[in-house]
């Protein structure tokens, strides 16, 4: 059995940040994640005028409930569509004028819900170039809050924004949401508020926040479920085992439920108080997967997919277009590179049987586009290489040794 630490999970660190930033005293975050979104994060919050002090296993932050110190700020938001799409709403609560710039990768990403939303609310923004992107400017005079309806049909991260935000307003939010997608990450957001000190109530689909601000904490950064999915996959596509500490029963990440899909497959699982494992059998079968809910894990499962014994066919995950790229279309590109035949649709994707050849895999700047075909390329003779493998820093910059360690140790 191989036992792999993974790094802290990038979702619950950077809303960690966002908490421990707007709440009332000094919160210590254990294991948070050092990556390049994480950092990016961080890096922000100092530009707004927010204190934070960062050691190697512990971050401290100093919170402001009435907003960021600064009166205004330039913050430069890299690739992270958390920090692109949290950010701008916490600045809204406060008071100043403050600019969000991001990579030509995040401008090319939507905020557009997220802002229609906060310009709902009374919030002055203006987009600076393509309306919907960034850049934008928000000029901030606190939230009085109220109602609003929001389609959160591209991201579930514009409903957390949201979300994060109703106890800095003066009214708190209520919030009818439709379409939502990737609904697990909202209950992480959930979760999360009420170890800062706030319940928020849903009502169907209507979720009420209250006003009345947050509480400093001391809150451990669980092990990444979507980066996990990566080494969860090693083992089914290879015949091994690896379990992962710190990712059991209560773990907050939907993510985790990658390993179901793993264990429809064929591989054996087992999800204890503290840890998870994944056992390969030597055999993948066929499947079809309604990955809605845990879309990040997509490209892991189509990078494996032509290992199986029939079609490997994911379903419902048009979003999974709007992320770092289309990562819908990168997957089915690189397959068709390898030999492999693919059909896609509006949001699904169908990967038939066959023998990968080795060849450059595209990354197109996406972290899980590289990571998930690092994985099959322990089964691919030649192996793989990246065009971009430098791109993994964005939430595990220590990917590749990692995975070069795991081929060394298993003789591959």
């Known amino acids: 059995m191989t036992v792999v630490a993974v790094p802290g999970s990038k979702s619950i660190t950077n809303r960690a ?5 707007a709440a009332e005293g000094t919160t210590t975050l254990r294991r948070p994640l050092l990556s390049d979104d994480t950092e990016a994060f961080a890096e922000g ?6 204190d934070i002090e960062r050691g190697p296993e512990e971050w401290r932050i100093t919170g402001r409930p009435a907003g960021p110190g600064a009166a205004e700020a330039d913050v430069y938001c890299r690739d992270g569509a958390t920090v692109a799409r949290f950010m701008p709403a916490l600045a809204a609560a406060g008071h100043g004028r403050f600019r969000f710039d991001a990579s030509p990768q995040m401008r090319r990403r939507p905020v557009a819900p997220l802002t229609e939303a906060l310009r709902t609310l ?19 005079d606190g939230i009085k809050g109220g109602e609003l309806d929001l389609d959160a049909s591209l991201s579930s991260q514009f409903l957390t924004a949201l979300l994060l935000t109703g106890p800095l307003t003066a009214e ?8 939502l997608v990737s609904a697990p990450y909202v209950e992480i957001t959930l979760a999360m508020m009420r170890r800062f000190g706030v319940e928020a109530v849903r009502d169907g689909d209507i979720l009420a926040v209250p006003p009345g601000g947050y509480r400093a904490t001391a809150y451990g950064i669980e092990p990444d479920a979507s980066t996990a999915s990566y080494f969860f996959a090693a083992a089914a596509l290879t015949g091994r085992e690896i379990t992962v500490p710190g990712l059991g029963t209560d773990a907050l990440q939907g993510d985790l439920r990658f390993v ?9 699982v087992e999800i204890g108080a503290g840890a998870t494992t994944v056992r390969g059998t030597g055999r993948l079968s066929g499947v079809t997967a309604n990955m809605r809910d845990i879309s990040d894990t997509m490209p892991t499962l189509a990078a494996i997919a032509p290992f199986a014994d029939g079609p490997v066919r994911i379903e419902d995950v048009y979003n999974t277009r709007v992320k770092e790229c289309d990562r819908l279309e990168a997957c089915a590109e690189n397959l068709r590179r390898q030999g492999i035949r693919v059909e896609t649709g509006h949001d699904w994707i169908e990967i038939h049987p066959g023998v990968p050849a080795p060849t450059e895999i595209a990354c197109h700047g996406d972290h899980r586009i590289a990571m998930s075909f690092a994985v099959a390329g322990l089964r691919i003779a030649g192996g793989v290489t990246f065009d971009e493998p430098g791109c993994v820093k964005k939430t595990f910059p220590g990917f590749h040794e990692a995975f070069g360690e795991l081929r060394a140790g298993w003789g591959l």
């Open 17 to 21: 940040l966002f908490l421990a930033a």
């Open 122 to 140: 009374g919030v002055d923004i203006a987009h600076e170039e393509a309306e919907g992107h960034l850049p934008l400017t928000v000029v901030a």
């Open 260 to 268: 179901d899909v793993l264990e429809r497959m064929g591989a054996r």
């Open 45 to 50: 919050l100092l530009a707004l005028g927010y």
């Open 172 to 179: 708190g939010l209520r919030i009818r949401v439709t379409r």
